[in-house]
């Protein structure tokens, strides 16, 4: 068994230097006032096995990242030491030296060994369902929960398919529904509600009714003979559409007339006829432009230069301009020429595409329709275009006449009017459309509707089957559950059985006790705590105990559930209870330490008290149980903000003050001779205050020095205890005299430091070291205290060191246990009884009244 | 722990020695470290002589022994001391045992531990004194 070695700790919540808790291997009572940083050696310990500090963790807006530091140090150092070697920290991570060492360190992970006294009552307050997140690591189910763990997935996947499934089987539905005008349904549509709607879109075709949508092809085939019986719709079709695009060609080729191109060509040519030369007016106006605008010096489209004399560019310029307006007349003429071109171009390209039309229209017809006559038009449409697609200069009246005379030629207007007439009259016997509309719509409608309730049915299926898988999932889950419940119940039995076991070493009333944990059947995790109180059998322990039994029962449920945890861990035996102790009433706190040290012995303990007589008491029970060599009792004496938890041992700081006397030869070594007595005497004070009981003047944060106590331990060693102050006169008086040197050269540097003498510095020393003997037991190791009896004696625990009152016999302590045992029922044969006592009592009072 | 905290009249003591009823009351308050009981040595005296009338010389004589090696013997008799016994005596009728056991406690601030009802209740109703009852 591993366990841990040294502790150290640096930078980390109230340590700043490093500071060494040493366990060696034992268990380990820490007492400290509050404040003194004993449980920032518990969060060190947490921090280093888990990462994080659970009450950092727990508390809003704070965490351990941010609050662990120490305030005073940047660097954060934890590191454990483990009896074999193993070692841990905070910066180097683990290194396992054996398999025990690396099952501890797997366990230490999850801190379900530490209790700190503001935890203890968390069971118990929490709700049923943090109860069992609580108690779920604790028992062993990783398997268990595994598998119910897949089974939820699995259900919750089934589940999905089935909503899925539903959605789309609505949507159909909306959409079926849609098509046939219907209502929209809230979920399915029935198979009656579309038989009715399509019998009624079927009665006015006289097809009759639909009974189910299995005889939807039937009534489809029904209309669609009643389609082909009004005759061949698509002839009819075809036959329309040819029809419509005679009527186009002819209204198109209607359009192609040659007048307006003509009289501008005619007005263009008298122009030109007049000018008597080719004239380019674009020529003209872009060589102005650029010779405006470029200040060019040569002649833009053959470069020759001419005089560069702004005057002769603006002499050319007013040549040009004079020139342009002079050809007026004909650029207009021109102008119209090329619109009347482009309008005629757009007419031709327009009649040539209606009579390509018409063509395809006519042969697709498939009766051999003669539409040579329709070649002839875009043929001379073709001639057309060519003679108007000329440049304006190109164009002369003789081509013109040769081209129009040839279009007058074509006649195209009575042979199209001619095929008209003939498919008009095909027309006539052919299926009208407003009669074929309806049932082409209901045909329709009735393949849609197949469509869609084909699609229906496949998702209808589909649904089925999911909705088994899920119920299949469903119960397979149901009874994970149920079995992982029957589990955990049956642990919950032995775990009732150990609660109540280590319940009852604490309180032993009968009428109290019957503690019982039950899984609530209605959630999938949730605990509830029963517990007996006289008659009521079964409530709610919060309902009638106090907070001192209701602690009591929180610290059995933590113990049972850590020894749980250790029948899942053996190798991990670490056990810390942080100050919890002190929140349980003193009637019940000799039980639970004695239910501690004896049934846990074979734990390794960190145990915290802010308490000095419990942490006195707990000396004894360690003894008493048979436990004291397999604990390090350490006390931290004081703390301060830069220095920290002192946990220096009052003997080893003798020793140190003994050899520092041993080798003071010069003054600086002297120096710290006096400086470590007065380390030392105020250890020792601090000591006497508590088990004196003296009185000091009341100081913030109860921080008091030698100059606070010294005074009062004095009078009081000299006035209550004269015992001691006889036998140590000669140490007190002189300490009486020479304590205020620890405020001069102790503490820290200052003038008053350099006038002190060594030989006062040594003797001062001396003083403290001979009044450390006075009153800490080399055996026992404890400083002396009251005894119980007779008033005035001193003593320590084991009784070596004794100062019995002057004249009165010395009296050995006896621990209390012991007194007990000795004097409760010691004279329980004697004839005097409390009866007899009250008769005697009232026959005397009533003598003495008479 | 040397302050006396609870004073010891002779019934709870006589009860705790013959394990009578609350005698489990009387050791769970010595069994606390915290706890210093103590005795007038007027009380233990009316404990003494008791014990000799029905026990003996020998009986009486370890029972003092006994008493001396747990509770503290409080054997105060001076002048303003014995006002408040006299006090007690006077205005409360009790017998003047009683009375001292009632002074102690008033002295010590401390709590009295004791068997007896009939005398020590109207002192309780009066909350004169802070009283622990053993049964």
Known sequence: MVGIEILEVEGFRGIGPRRVLSFEGKSVLLFGENGTGKTSFVDALEMLFTGEVTPLERAQGLSTSQHGKNICRKRTVIKATLTDGSEVSLENGQTPET???????????????????????????????????????????????????ALRDAAKAAKSECDEARERMLTLARRIAGALGIPTPGQDISESTVCQAISSLLKSTGI??????????????????????????????????????VETLIKTLSDVHMAPLVS?????????????????????????????????????????????????????????????????????????????????????????????????????????????????????????????????????????HVVTDAWDDVRWEPSLRELAQRYEQVSASLPKLEDVEPLTRLYGLLGQIQELWGERESVLKTLEEATRDHEVKRRALLRAEEARKEVVQELFKKLDKEINNLYKRIDSDPERGNIRLELREATRGGVRLWKKFYDHDGSDPRAYENDARLDCLGLSIFLALRRFYRDEHSDFNLLVLDDVLTSIDTQHTVAVAELILKE???????????DRIWYEHLRDIQARCGVKSRFVNKAIHNWTLTEGPDLSEPDDESSHLERLIADASSPESVQDAAGAAGRLLEHILQEMRYSLRLSVQAKREERYGIGEIWPSFYKKAQGRYPGLYQKCQGTLDALNIRWPIRNWVGAHFNDWASRVGNQDGLNFARSVGALFKCVFCDECRRFIQPSMAPAGQLSCRCGHLLYPVPGKEAVKPVSREDLVKASAGAFKDARLDTELYLRWKREEAVAESN | MAEVTHIVDASALIAYYRRESGHERFAEILRCEENVLAMHSINLLEVYYDYYRSDGASIADQVWGKTVSFLQLIDKLDEPFLRIVGRWKATEGISLADAFAAACAEHHAACLMTADHKDFDPIEKKKELSIIWIR
């Not at chain 1, 200040?295 to 004079?322: H, Q, Y």
């Open chain 1, 264 to 400: 501008p060509l005619q007005e263009m040519w008298r122009f030109q006829r007049d000018v008597g030369a080719a004239f380019f007016e674009d020529v003209l106006e872009r060589g102005l432009k650029w010779i405006r605008a470029e200040e060019l010096d040569f002649c833009p489209l053959c470069g020759t230069r001419w005089d560069t004399k702004p005057r002769d560019r603006n002499a050319l310029v007013k040549r040009i301009e004079s020139e342009l307006r002079e050809m007026k007349g004909l650029i207009a003429s021109r102008r119209c020429v090329i619109d009347a071109q482009r309008m005629l171009i757009d007419k031709i390209n327009a009649a040539n595409a209606a009579s390509n039309s018409l063509k395809v229209l006519l042969e697709g017809l498939g009766r051999g329709e003669d539409v040579s006559h329709l070649d002839r038009i875009v043929a001379s449409l073709g001639s057309l275009r060519d003679i108007t697609q000329c440049r304006p200069d190109e164009m002369s009246p003789d081509k013109l």
């Open chain 1, 600 to 610: 846990f012995a074979d734990y390794q303990i960190l145990l915290t008290t802010h």
């Open chain 1, 99 to 149: 398999p025990t060492a690396e099952n501890y360190l797997a366990a230490a992970v999850q801190p379900r060994y530490i209790l700190r006294r503001r935890q203890i009552l968390d069971f118990i307050e929490n709700p049923p369902k943090d109860r069992y997140e609580m108690l779920e690591p604790f028992l062993p189910l990783g398997e268990v929960m595994n598998i119910e763990q």
């Open chain 1, 208 to 245: 009759g009714t639909l009974r189910s949508i299995s005889e939807l092809e039937t009534a489809r085939s029904s209309v669609d003979g009643k389609l082909k019986s009004l005759g061949d719709f698509e002839e009819a079709n075809h036959i329309r559409n040819i029809l419509s695009a």
